[in-house]
């Protein structure tokens, strides 16, 4: 498992770890998983030219020690991109991404410029949107929060390979722990893990029966 951190709120401090317990799969009763944890100080969307080797070595060095059968990559927002970004890099078995942007460069997205400040950085755009897999190939699910992140949602392709869950009541940034406090993080995870296409769109519609359930 390979989990990519997401941008952080402060531009001097390196982004911290995410996804810990669900990366290693603390709590679901199996043995631990090997995991990587990937913090791009640069917050280059995989933009940046150590990308890509950074990742290969780290991998390199995992499979010295055991050998490797499956990788998944995991994130959330920048993370997510990331995680995407390194499926063209690695040969990468499942992706589970949470809230990933379709783009962050000026002008793709209409209105979106959330993230300018950062952007307006970067010297090199290799990714100047979302890298999916071929069609029919890596196994990817991404969940969207509706509230804000729709326009972004709507960009990526439907093609086979491909699950996308949207969440109509929550944003960007309430997506993950809102699936955390459900509980259901993990499931997702594992499910994915699994190719359990069934039990991972269950959560969607579960989700909204809750809602509804709520009032």
Do not use: Y
């Amino acid at each position: 498992m390979i989990a990519f951190s997401l941008i952080g709120h402060d531009p001097a401090r390196r982004p911290s770890p995410e996804f810990v317990a669900t990366a290693i799969g603390r709590g679901t009763g199996a043995s631990p998983r090997r995991a990587l944890f990937v913090m791009d100080e640069s917050r280059s969307w995989g933009n940046d030219p150590g990308f890509a080797p950074v990742l290969r070595r780290a991998l390199d060095r995992v499979a010295a020690r055991a050998p490797v059968t499956q990788i998944a990559t995991t994130g959330q927002s920048m993370g997510a991109f990331s995680a995407l970004v390194a499926a063209r890099t690695l040969p990468v078995d499942v992706v589970v991404d949470f809230s990933p942007q379709w783009s962050v460069m000026p002008g793709v997205v209409p209105g979106e410029d959330r993230w300018a400040r950062w952007t307006a950085r970067l010297s090199r755009i290799d990714w100047p949107t979302a890298p999916l897999p071929a069609a029919g190939g890596d196994r990817t699910c991404l969940f969207h929060g509706a509230v804000d992140d729709l326009p972004h949602a709507r960009h990526f392709p439907c093609q086979t390979g491909t699950d996308q869950l949207l969440f109509p009541g929550l944003g960007h940034f309430d997506l993950v722990p809102h699936l955390k406090v459900r509980g259901v993080l993990s499931g997702v995870m594992e499910a994915a893990l699994a190719g359990d296409r069934q039990r991972i769109l269950r959560q969607r519609f579960v989700d909204a029966q809750d809602r509804r359930d709520l009032g």
